[in-house]
C-alpha cells in the first residue's frame, strides 16, 4: 500500500495493539535496553501473525534501529512512547519521544528526502560511507530493506513522532 | 564486543580450513568500538586467505545498522585492495532482515557475493515436498501415531508442556499431540513452505489457533536457548548429512530438566512374510540408496549413542513395529506403494541405476505390499524412539 493510500485509510483503519511509555531518562540509562525492548514488544505484537518466530525477528529488527535512534537523541526529559498499530498486512509503529527543534529539523530534511526517487542508490551509497550520518542509514535502510512509510509528526513542542508503516507479513511470504 | 551477564551473546570466530568467518548471535552495539576486536579478526584474516573468503552470518539473529556499516567497510575496503579475492557472505532464507540487507553489497563491489545457505542444507527434502506425497505421509503418522501415543508419555511428555516440534512437515504430529497431551504451548517447524502451508491449512478447517507454525532451519533455529519442556524431532534426523548439528540446536532449545524425543528407522529392518528374502534384499538396497545421497536411514537404534553425544542424560530408547495387522492392511500397503514410487521410481533413477536393478527394486516392494495384503501375511516397518535429558 502507498503512502497516499495509507493517508486515506488514515488511522482510523489501524487497530491499537500496544502502548508503551517510559521515562526518556530511564529508557537512555542503558543502551541494551533497545535490545530488550524490541525483542520483548515484537514477541508480543507478532503472536498471531502468520510465522510468529519469524515476524518477531524482522519485526524487532525494524524496531530496534528506531528504538536506537530515539536512544541517540540529544534530549532526555520526557517520555517515550512507542504505539504499536495493525491494519491488514501492516504493523504501524508511532514512536515519540523528546528531540530538540535542531535534531527536529535534521529529521524533517532527512525523512522529506526519502519521498524523492533514488532510494536505493542512496542507500548503497550511505552503506559505504562512514561520514554519512547513521540516522540516515538507519531511515534509508527502513525504507529500503523492510519497505518502510516513514512520516514524521512534531506532537508537542519538544517532541517528534516517527510514524512507520512496515509491510513485514507481505515481506515474509 | 565482550558479553555481560545481561547482554545479548555475540561472538566471532575464524575457520582456517574454509576459509570461514563466523559470527553468531546478536550484533547490536552501541558504537564500532564495541565490535573493534571481531572488525580486526575479519580485517586480519581476509589478508591471510586466497581464492573464496567466506562471511558466515547465519547464526547472526539480530544486526543494527551501526554494526552493518561497519561489517561492510571492512568487506568493501578488503574486495578492493585485493581484487583477486572473492567474498562471499553466507546468509539464511529463514531470517528476512539478513537477506534484504546483505544483498547490496554486490552492488558496492562486484567481488562480494550473497548465498543463501539453507536451500541446499536438506537432501532428503526435495523426494518428499512434492504434494502428491501428502496423504502418504499423514497415512504414515497415524500408523506411528498408535504406537506413539503409549510411547510418548514413557520419555516424560505430560499435560501442559512446552513442545517445539521439530521439521513437522505438514504438522499431522503436532496436532496430535495438541489434542491428546494438551500442551502449555506448541510451537512447530519445518523448512518446507508448502508442508506449512499445509498444515496452517488443515489447522484452520479444524479452527485449531493455538499450534505456531513457523519457517525455519532445524540447524539454525532462530528460538531463545532453554524454551521448551519437550521437543520432538521424528524420521528426520536420518535425512540430514549432519545429524550431529541438528542434535546440539535440539538441545540448546531445550530447557535444562527437558527432554528431546526423536525417532528413526532401520529400513535394513523392514520385513515381510510370505516373500521375505525379495523383501530384505529391496530393504537393504534402500539404506544404500540413501547412503548414497548422505542420508541414514539405519539410524533408529544409534539414538542412544547419539543422545548421549550431544550430552544427553538418562537417555531411553525402544524400538515398535509398525504392522499390517495395526489397522487397515491396505494403508500399509499404500505407505509401501508410495515408497516404491520414491525410492525406486525417483531416488535409484536419479542415482543412475540399470533398468533391471530399478525392476528388482520394485519387486521387493511389491512383494512387500502382497505380504501386508496376504490373509496370512505379516508385514513389518520398525522405528527406534528415544530420549534424553538435558542437565539441570
Known amino acids: ?173 | 564486543m565482550t558479553p555481560n551477564s545481561s547482554s545479548p551473546v555475540f561472538t566471532t570466530q575464524f575457520d582456517t580450513g574454509n576459509q570461514e568467518f563466523v559470527a553468531t548471535g546478536v550484533l547490536r552495539p552501541r558504537s564500532i568500538t564495541d565490535i573493534a576486536d571481531d572488525l580486526l579478526l575479519l580485517r586480519d584474516k581476509i589478508e591471510t586467505v586466497q581464492g573464496v573468503f567466506y562471511v558466515n552470518l547465519k547464526r547472526v539473529t539480530h544486526m543494527n545498522s551501526t554494526a552493518f556499516r561497519a561489517l561492510a567497510r571492512v568487506l568493501v575496503d578488503a574486495s578492493r585492495s585485493r581484487p583477486e579475492l572473492r567474498i562471499v557472505v553466507l546468509t539464511s532464507s529463514v531470517v528476512a532482515w539478513a537477506t534484504q540487507l546483505f544483498r547490496h553489497l554486490s552492488e558496492l563491489s562486484p567481488n562480494i557475493s550473497m548465498e543463501i545457505y539453507d536451500s541446499a542444507f536438506y537432501p532428503g527434502q526435495t523426494f518428499v515436498e512434492n504434494k502428491s506425497f501428502i496423504p502418504i505421509l499423514r497415512t504414515q503418522t497415524k500408523m506411528t501415531w498408535r504406537h506413539e501415543r503409549e510411547i510418548l508419555p514413557r520419555h516424560g511428555l505430560r499435560s501442559g508442556m512446552a513442545i517445539a516440534d521439530i521439521c513437522c512437515g505438514i504438522g499431522d504430529f503436532a496436532m496430535l499431540v495438541r489434542k491428546e497431551f494438551d500442551p502449555a504451548r506448541i510451537v512447530a517447524l519445518d523448512h518446507s513452505m508448502a508442508s506449512l502451508d499445509y498444515a496452517r491449512s488443515v489447522a484452520e478447517d479444524f479452527r485449531v489457533r493455538d499450534i505456531e507454525y513457523t519457517y525455519g532451519d532445524a540447524s539454525q533455529m532462530l528460538f531463545e536457548g532453554d524454551q521448551f519442556d519437550f521437543v520432538t524431532c521424528r524420521h528426520s534426523l536420518q535425512i540430514f548429512n549432519r545429524p550431529e548439528l541438528l542434535l546440539r540446536e535440539l538441545y540448546r532449545i531445550c530447557k535444562p530438566g527437558g527432554r528431546v524425543y526423536i525417532t528413526n528407522e532401520k529400513n535394513s529392518h523392514c520385513l515381510g512374510e510370505p516373500r521375505a528374502d525379495s523383501i530384505q534384499w529391496t530393504y537393504n538396497e534402500v539404506a544404500k540408496l540413501f547412503r548414497h545421497f548422505d542420508m541414514d536411514v539405519e539410524m533408529g537404534p544409534k539414538g542412544s549413542r547419539l543422545l548421549l553425544d550431544t550430552g544427553f542424560e538418562d537417555v531411553r530408547i525402544e524400538s515398535f513395529m509398525v504392522t499390517n495387522l495395526d489397522g487397515d492392511p491396505q494403508e500399509f500397503a499404500d505407505v509401501i506403494e508410495a515408497w516404491e514410487d520414491v525410492y525406486a521410481g525417483e531416488m535409484s533413477v536419479r542415482r543412475g541405476d540399470s533398468p533391471e536393478f530399478v525392476a528388482r527394486f520394485r519387486q521387493g516392494f511389491r512383494d512387500h505390499i502382497f505380504a501386508a495384503l496376504h490373509p496370512r501375511g505379516y508385514a513389518g516397518w520398525p522405528i527406534w524412539a528415544a530420549s534424553g535429558q538435558k542437565p539441570l
Open chain 1, 1 to 173: 500500500m502507498k503512502r497516499q493510500e495509507a493517508a486515506v485509510v488514515a488511522d482510523t483503519a489501524f487497530e491499537q495493539l500496544l502502548n508503551l511509555e517510559m521515562e526518556m531518562a530511564t529508557f537512555t540509562a542503558d543502551w541494551l535496553h533497545c535490545d530488550q525492548l524490541s525483542n520483548y514488544v515484537a514477541r508480543m505484537v507478532s503472536h498471531d501473525r502468520r510465522d510468529p518466530l519469524r515476524h518477531s525477528n524482522l519485526l524487532s529488527s525494524a524496531l530496534n534501529e528506531l528504538l536506537e535512534m530515539s536512544f541517540r537523541s540529544d534530549a532526555q526529559e520526557g517520555e517515550l512512547i512507542c504505539v504499536f498499530y495493525r491494519h491488514e498486512q501492516i504493523e504501524r509503529i508511532e514512536l515519540s519521544f523528546p528531540c530538540p527543534s535542531q535534531q527536529r529539523r535534521f529529521y524533517s530534511v532527512l525523512v522529506e528526502d526519502l519521498k524523492h526517487n533514488g532510494q536505493l542508490a542512496n542507500y548503497v551509497e550511505v552503506i559505504a560511507d562512514e561520514t554519512a550520518p547513521l540516522e540516515q542509514a538507519v531511515l534509508l535502510g527502513l525504507a529500503v530493506n523492510y519497505d518502510a512509510d516513514i512520516e514524521l509528526r512534531t506532537s508537542t513542542a519538544d517532541a517528534l513522532t516517527f510514524v512507520v508503516d512496515l509491510p513485514l507479513e507481505r515481506l515474509l511470504h
